[in-house]
């Protein structure tokens, strides 16, 4: 078998502040094969968002190891690695417009504008913004700021893309239209995506599997696996009976620690 893409093992990170330390992650380990979307789930302060930032280089367990494409990441974001974060409206470079947020890190890398403008162009036509090049983030919707966002991360062509709760911040509807942007965009550019999100239907629609955390200090509490057929439709998909019986095993793996907790 390959090396997977994503190899985290016994992750621990202990926050450390004048109010005193917080264990939020206590041996974190799991894997993602290529070509897999996953998406990780938990209570909020499980440490999800503290997972994808140690993968994507841009914070150091307290202990424990990240590994992409078999290299150990080591103080800065892996090659392979895209990174679209929860909030578009802090994400976006307001004065560059839709085409120049997505070409800027292309160029920053060295690429040659018209290379950079024709991947721009494919990746918004991709994620439904073809035309709106020359708008400016301000003149877009919330759910278009954050179509600019993955459309940027995706013209990078990254290996690995790693969402942080993606669609947490627009309405239902825009939500559902974005989840369906995501899964076309593994086939159309090979990626593998890791996501995070605290909404169980969201992370079984989605995902090949889900890594369930624990409440903190956590750990991998189960990994589910989502053998729906693709493609994968809002309407088919949940009315599946399997998708119902899917999302029950993982809200009780999400759920079960509170209730004991509560009892
Ligand atoms: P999640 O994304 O699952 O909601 P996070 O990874 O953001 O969880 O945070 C996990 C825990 O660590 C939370 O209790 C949070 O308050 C704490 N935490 C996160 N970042 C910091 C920080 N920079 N300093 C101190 N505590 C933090
Ligand atoms: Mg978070």
């Known amino acids: 078998m390959s090396t997977p893409i994503v190899r985290v093992s016994g992750l621990h990170k202990t926050y450390v502040s004048e109010k005193g330390d917080h264990v939020a992650l206590s041996g974190v380990s799991f894997e993602v094969e290529r070509g897999e979307v996953v998406a990780i789930v938990g209570p909020s302060g499980a440490g999800k968002t503290t997972v994808l930032r140690i993968i994507a280089g841009l914070l150091e367990p307290s202990?424990?190891?990240?590994?992409?494409?078999?290299q150990l990441v080591n103080g800065e974001p892996p090659k392979e690695?895209?990174?679209?974060?929860?909030?578009?409206?802090?994400?976006?470079?307001?004065?560059?417009?839709?085409?120049g947020n997505v070409t800027f890190p292309l160029r920053s890398k060295g690429l040659p504008r018209p290379e950079a403008v024709a991947r721009a162009r494919e990746a918004l036509d991709a994620v439904g913004l073809g035309g709106r090049e020359r708008a400016h983030p301000r003149e877009l919707s919330g759910g278009m700021q954050q179509r600019v966002a993955i459309a940027r991360a995706i013209a990078y062509e990254p290996e690995l893309l790693l969402m942080d709760e993606p669609f947490a911040s627009v309405d239902a509807q825009t939500r559902m239209d974005l989840e369906d942007l995501?899964?076309?965009?593994?086939?159309?550019?090979?990626?593998?995506?890791?996501?995070?999100?605290?909404?169980?239907?969201e992370a079984v629609y989605l995902s090949d599997r889900v890594v369930v955390l624990t409440?903190?200090?956590?750990?991998?509490?189960r990994i589910v696996d989502v053998p729906l057929p693709q493609p994968r439709e809002q309407h088919a998909t949940k009315s599946d009976p399997r998708f119902a019986q899917l999302r029950g095993e993982v809200l009780d793996l999400v759920r079960a620690p509170a209730l004991v907790k509560g009892a």
Request: proline residues 9%; without cysteine.
């Open 63 to 70: 202990a424990g190891r990240a590994e992409v494409a078999g």
């Open 81 to 99: 690695v895209g990174f679209v974060f929860q909030d578009y409206s802090r994400s976006l470079l307001p004065w560059l417009s839709v085409l």
């Open 182 to 201: 995501v899964l076309p965009l593994r086939d159309r550019f090979g990626v593998t995506i890791v996501f995070v999100t605290h909404d169980v239907d």
């Open 215 to 221: 409440p903190p200090p956590s750990v991998v509490s």
